[in-house]
Structures are given as structure tokens and as C-alpha cells.
């Protein structure tokens, strides 16, 4: 039986773009890796948008995909620090970045970033999410693997500012679906009269703007605008998620 991981160096030749429509028609298998794409794009209001492509990468390329991330990524799981306390973090993770960029540092930790030339299929998945989106110019990559259903990012906004004040961020998962949540941040006056149920009610305040995305196998999930600033997302823990999620955000540091 054929590998279902393609190897390193092995690239298929040039493909259409996720979404494009091709007045001459796919080139024989392409439509296959990728699918017509929908798009269904989600105002945020406040100049906060987020863009969800359900289908942006065909079921077994995707597969091929996430075989080649789960054996190749040298995976960690670093210990971070939460607010004051030292913890492992409940994912394994890995970076990977352009050359002479300033280096990430989240929760107290640093992690070593690793060259787009040790793993060439990032560098495929890297040109099919800027043709999916014009004038994106990404030059750095977090990647998750959540084992199970007990692995998860808690709250948090991507507004570190390296990013800049309005950082596009792609966000492409293989795998387990899982859900991802995004919250509105609470403005400086809910958050100094408390934002908890009680004062909510007491005040008449109406309880946090919630939206949810069943991120599946394939799909490209953008948060563009003042997501970051504005907002706040999470992938919860699932106990019915059994089996491993890996997810790629692709960014930019200015
Ligand atoms: O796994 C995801 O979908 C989100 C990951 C995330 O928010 C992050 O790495 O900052
Ligand atoms: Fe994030």
C-alpha cells in the first residue's frame, strides 16, 4: 500500500489556489486537494472580522498533512507561567519562523524557533494560505497538537506587539474537530464594575458576546482587523475528543 505521508521534498506541482475558480478548469486531481471553498465571513463589528473556509484543504490531502506533522514537528510541551504559577502547558507545541526575526515570547517562555527549510510541507501549506488570501505575507508559525480531549488553550488574544495593532491571523486544523471560541473582551468600564454573573445582573449588563466555530479536518479559520485587541479565543476541553487535533496559526511579525 502507498505511504499516505508524502515526504519531505516530494511537492506536487503547481496547484490551484484554495477558493480560486479556474475559468479553464482544475488540472487533473486538483480539484480533488482542493475543493470549491466557501467562505462565510463573520463581521465582528468594531472593525473585528473573522473569515471561516470550511473545506479549504481536501479530506485525504489533509490527512497526508496532518501524517506528516504528528511523526516530523519535534513536539514539546514546554513548562509556561500563568498568572504567577509555573505549569506544563496542556499542549505540545512547536515554533517556526523566518530568519533575523525578534523572537516570540509568550507566558514567560521562548521557544526555539525552528527554520521553514526543516519542514518543506509547511512551506506548501505556507503558499496555499497566502493564495487564499491576497497580500498576506506570513513569516511565522505556532503549532498546537491537542492528544485528546483533555489538551486546550485557554483564553487569550494574540495581541503580543510584535504582531502590530491589527495583526491577520491564519489558523488552518487537521485532525479531530474541535470548537473555538471567541469572546469580547469586557470594555474598562464593565471590567472595573466587575464582570462576573452577579454584578452582570445587577448592573443590567448583557453577558459577553460568545461566538463559536466547529473548526474541522481542512479548514482555514482568518481573525482579521481588531480581533486581537477586542477579543479574546479559546479551543475548550472536550472530553468526547479522543483523538489528536493539530492546528497551524500563521503570522505575521512586523
Ligand atoms: O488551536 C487553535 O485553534 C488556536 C490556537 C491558538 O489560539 C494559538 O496558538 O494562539
Ligand atoms: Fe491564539
Known amino acids: ?60 490531502a489533509a490527512w497526508e498533512w496532518f501524517d506528516y506533522l504528528d511523526k516530523r514537528i519535534p513536539w514539546t510541551r514546554p513548562t509556561i507561567r500563568v498568572f504567577g504559577r509555573s505549569a506544563v502547558q496542556p499542549r505540545d507545541t512547536c515554533y517556526v519562523a523566518d530568519e533575523e526575526l525578534t523572537d516570540l515570547k509568550y507566558s514567560g517562555h521562548q521557544p526555539h524557533a525552528h ?35 483533555s489538551d486546550y488553550v485557554s483564553w487569550h488574544a ?13 489558523s488552518v486544523t487537521f485532525g479531530c474537530e474541535r470548537e473555538f471560541l471567541l469572546r469580547k473582551k469586557p470594555t474598562k468600564s464593565q471590567a472595573s464594575n466587575g464582570s462576573g454573573e452577579v454584578a452582570r445582573k445587577r448592573l443590567k449588563v448583557s453577558a459577553p458576546q460568545l461566538k463559536s466555530f466547529l473548526l474541522k479536518h481542512g479548514s482555514l479559520l482568518v481573525m482579521r ?25 500563521f503570522r505575521r511579525v512586523l
Open 225 to 249: 482587523g481588531y480581533t486581537q485587541r477586542d477579543w479574546q479565543h479559546s479551543v475548550p476541553k472536550r472530553a468526547k475528543a479522543s483523538s489528536p487535533r493539530i492546528n497551524l496559526t
Open 1 to 60: 500500500m502507498a505511504s499516505r505521508l508524502r515526504l519531505a521534498g516530494e511537492n506536487p506541482g503547481p496547484r490551484r489556489s484554495p477558493g480560486s475558480v479556474d475559468a479553464a478548469g482544475p488540472e487533473e486531481g486538483e480539484a480533488e486537494r482542493w475543493p470549491e471553498a466557501r467562505r462565510e465571513v463573520t463581521d465582528l463589528a468594531g472593525g473585528s472580522e473573522v473569515v471561516h473556509v470550511p473545506r479549504f484543504v481536501a479530506r485525504e
Open 115 to 149: 527554520s521553514w527549510d526543516e519542514f518543506p510541507v509547511l512551506k506548501d501549506i505556507l503558499k496555499a494560505v497566502h493564495e487564499a488570501l491576497p497580500g498576506s505575507h506570513f513569516n511565522s508559525l505556532l503549532l498546537n497538537r491537542y492528544k485528546t480531549g
Open 158 to 170: 494574540d495581541d503580543e506587539l510584535l504582531y502590530g495593532p491589527t495583526p491577520e491571523i491564519a
